[in-house]
């Protein structure tokens, strides 16, 4: 009995030993967290505008090949659209599930000042399956107010976030976030805002400062790089353009930011997914160097 009691503390302290240096290691297992999610928590994806010129089955694929699992889904006819059935809308939403990407939202959807039209974008969302609704005014809106004041029942009645997309300078509706906020503000708070971060340093605004000042009512984000600023839009692989990313992923980490942080390259359009894997590689590594 004594003899096998020995034996067996002797095999528990041998286990204890060589587990011991791995317990003191604490940058041990943070490498395995790292490790288990490169992406520090934050949920980043594609905005599917990115690979809008390739059929729904490539570009499931080329999502896939860059090992990103969020989507937000571009409303366009190869993809997923108003102009399907709702049938269509959910069959083609499976492909993307059953290939086991999870949409996020849908959109950017544009909208006219019209009730009607604004019924039919939330239908779509519904039918997708999707807590938010990434969208924007259908060509200049006179009255902004107003088209925000016909979207709060509605987000009460589809119970759908509202991402309100500001798209820099030329936008006469909404060139910054700022310009959203200070309307979205007085209704429901489900209407809020999708941070586009190149359109908004575009608008003269730092995209980390809109983040954390926006960060109440911020459910999309649109992630990309640009190589100049002014009225023009210059798209380009992320890390290659001028845009602190750094300084907007820190941002989001701060907040605890839970929606979708989507790639919206929109450079090549016949072939973005060699751009997508580099931008998506690009941030991988700022992320690695964040606590």
């Keep these: 009995m004594n003899t096998f009691s020995r034996r067996d503390w002797l095999k528990m302290s041998a286990l204890s030993a060589a587990a011991l240096p791995f317990a003191v290691l604490p940058e041990f297992a943070a490498a395995q967290t790292a490790a288990a999610d490169p992406w520090k928590g934050l949920k980043v994806g594609v905005a599917t505008y990115t690979v809008r010129e390739l059929p729904i089955e490539q570009a499931i694929q080329g999502v896939k090949r860059v090992g990103l699992k969020y989507v937000s889904i571009k409303n366009v006819k190869n993809h997923v659209d108003l102009s399907h059935t709702p049938e269509e809308r959910k069959a083609r939403t499976k492909m993307f599930l059953d290939a086991g990407l999870v949409p996020l939202s849908v959109g950017n959807v544009g909208m006219k000042n019209d009730e009607a039209d604004m019924r039919r974008a939330f239908e779509y969302a519904r039918d997708v399956g999707v807590p938010t609704m990434v969208c924007s005014p259908n060509g200049k809106i006179d009255d902004l107010d107003l088209w925000v004041k016909r979207l709060d029942p509605l987000v009460k009645e589809f119970n759908i976030k509202l991402a309100i997309h500001n798209h820099g300078p030329e936008d006469k509706n909404f060139p910054s976030p700022y310009d959203v906020m200070k309307i979205a503000e007085k209704y429901d ?93 690009y941030v991988k590594g700022i992320l690695a160097g964040l606590k």
């Design 189 to 281: 708070k489900r209407i809020g805002l999708c941070i586009d971060v190149g359109h908004t340093a575009r608008a003269g605004v730092d995209p980390a400062e809109s983040i954390l000042k926006c960060k109440e009512r911020l459910y999309d984000v649109h992630m990309k790089d640009i190589y100049a600023l002014g009225d023009k839009n210059t798209p380009i692989e992320g890390g290659r353009g001028i845009l602190n990313t750094k300084t907007i992923l820190a941002a989001l980490m701060k907040i605890k930011y839970q929606g979708l942080v989507g790639f919206e390259y929109e450079k090549d359009g016949k072939d973005p997914v060699p751009g997508l894997a580099e931008s998506a590689g």
